[in-house]
């Protein structure tokens, strides 16, 4: 049935999925990042994630740089 119908009416049935959808991810992305800042705020040495976090962030840039690929199973 929705394969017969023009674009405008596809998107306009499937619109409350995606309203749905995305207001499921945000909801989870707000809970994990909750949750992480409350774990950071019980850490006592805040600058190890600090400099963690930036080492992490440069190996990424660096690798990606380098045209690295991880290997696929």
Known sequence: ???ATARWE????????FVVGIGLVA???I??????ADSIRDVRNK?????GGVVLVGLVVL???????LPKE
Do not use: S
């Open 1 to 3: 049935m929705l394969v």
């Open 27 to 29: 909801a989870v992305l």
């Open 63 to 69: 690798l990606t740089y380098l045209g690295v690929n």
């Open 10 to 17: 596809r998107l306009l049935v499937l619109a409350p999925v």
């Open 47 to 51: 600058r190890l994630i600090a400099v």
């Open 31 to 36: 809970l994990l990042g909750r949750a992480f």
